[in-house]
């Protein structure tokens, strides 16, 4: 009986273990999946999180790239309208400033309703809400120096519109009441910065110079020469004669000279300069341009005239050598008055006549002494010199048959004759 008994209990010992183990198994399986699911969460949080710092960032560009947009259209603005007639910009506004008029009116009524009428959804307020958090964050610098820098830009740019719209908002009486540029002598186109610069003992102008001339030309209707210094300066264009001319030139960028042919044999030309300077490259093609040689060179002589003192009166020694030549005299039998010379020249053009320096006889001599000469020789088809200075003159080629040279622009020579000095180059005349 006992040992039947044994048998008996062994069975439900053993369902009592089994059950003990299926509730310790579904305990654990249920663990494991909280787990599970927990670390699910996390994971979504995480690129929640992630999404959100990347939108912020998104929205942070956006709004900046905006900013920048508005200021951009702002300045727009403001330039078209200080563009626009004074007509049309008394009628209304800008288009653009109707809409953000518009806005601003819409916002100043929702803010005016009461709370219990408002029905803008809760959604709305939050998306609100985030979206002037982000904007915050967004303009929130990571340093102070970058605050400081940020606002300075602000108030900077808040200077200009406030200024730009003090220009387009001045009454039409105010801007009437700005001055142009006074004339001193209109019928030479002088102003009062010319005539300041003559008495104030500064250097010439080509107002200046041009003004003498013109009076020049004036009282000598058949005298040669007498241009404009700007375009022969420029172009090399000369629209005179050239026999018996009387010009002042431009050279170096900062001297005046008088250069003519008067007296001379052909294909030379006399130079009166002050301070006796080596012919430039920019005397030599200025002088070519003038004389148009068929020769393969020219002469230059260099008068021996009186030398400035000082470096701001070139221009005044040059017209009165022009004065002189113009009436028949020779500049180099002459010693000029220096410090009368400004006081005469502003006289001259008062008056609209010129006339001769104040200025006394050197000891006689029967014929003009050359300080120095010097022969130029000219190539190519425009008959100029070879020219460092000027790049349109700077590089010759030489034709292999007739052995002319040619100047790079005049002739179109490729860039391959002067990167192999052995290529051999034909122009155009000895290619046909």
Not at 88 to 115: A, D, F, Y
Not at 218 to 239: A, D, E, F, M, R
């Amino acid at each position: 009986m006992q040992e039947g008994r044994k048998k008996s209990d062994t069975p439900e010992k053993e369902r009592r273990e089994g059950s003990e183990i299926l509730e310790e198994e579904k305990q654990w399986h249920a663990i494991s999946q909280e787990e599970r699911e927990m670390s699910v969460t996390l994971e979504e949080v995480r690129e929640s999180s992630m999404m959100s710092e990347a939108n912020g960032r998104k929205r942070s560009c956006m709004f900046e790239e905006g900013e920048r947009k508005r200021i951009c259209m702002s300045e727009e603005e403001e330039r078209e309208r200080s563009l626009m007639p004074e007509e049309v910009r008394g009628k209304g506004e800008m288009p653009q400033e109707k809409k953000m008029n518009g806005m601003l009116e819409e916002k100043k009524e929702r803010s005016l309703i009461p709370e219990e009428k408002s029905e803008v959804p809760q959604k709305e307020t939050e998306m609100s809400g985030m979206l002037e958090e982000e904007e915050e964050r967004s303009w929130m610098p990571a340093k102070e120096s970058e605050k400081s820098e940020m606002l300075q830009e602000n108030t900077e740019m808040s200077e200009m519109f406030e200024e730009e719209k003090e220009k387009t908002l001045m009454p039409e009486e105010e801007k009437n009441n700005i001055a142009p540029p006074q004339y001193w002598i209109k019928s030479l186109l002088l102003y009062e910065v010319d005539r300041k610069t003559l008495e104030s003992g500064g250097w010439l102008s080509d107002a200046h110079i041009y003004a003498a001339s013109k009076l020049l030309k004036k009282k000598h209707p058949n005298q040669n020469g007498l241009q404009s210094t700007l375009p022969l300066w420029h172009n090399l264009k000369w629209k005179s004669p050239n026999t018996d001319f009387v010009q002042i030139l431009y050279i170096c960028g900062n001297h005046w000279v008088c250069a003519s042919n008067i007296g001379c044999p052909p294909n030379t030309c006399n130079i009166y300069d002050s301070i006796y300077r080596n012919a430039s490259s920019s005397l030599t093609t200025q002088v070519a341009a003038i004389l148009k040689t068929s020769e393969h060179c020219f002469s230059i002589n260099y008068i021996n005239v009186q030398a400035q003192s000082g470096s701001n009166d070139c221009g005044l020694f040059s017209v009165a050598f022009a004065t002189a030549l113009c009436s028949g005299k020779d500049p180099s039998r002459y010693l000029f008055d220096q410090r009368a010379m400004r006081e005469h020249l502003k006289s001259c053009l008062e008056k609209g006549v010129m006339s001769d320096s104040p200025a006394r006889h050197r000891l006689c001599r029967q014929t003009t002494y050359i300080h120095c000469s010097q022969k130029v020789e000219v190539h190519c088809k425009c008959r100029l010199p070879w020219a460092k200075d000027f790049t349109k003159f700077g590089d010759l080629a030489q034709c292999e048959s007739c052995h002319t040279w040619f100047h790079h622009e005049c002739a179109n020579i490729p860039q391959k004759v002067f990167a192999k000095p052995s290529y051999a180059w034909k122009c155009t005349s000895c290619q046909h």
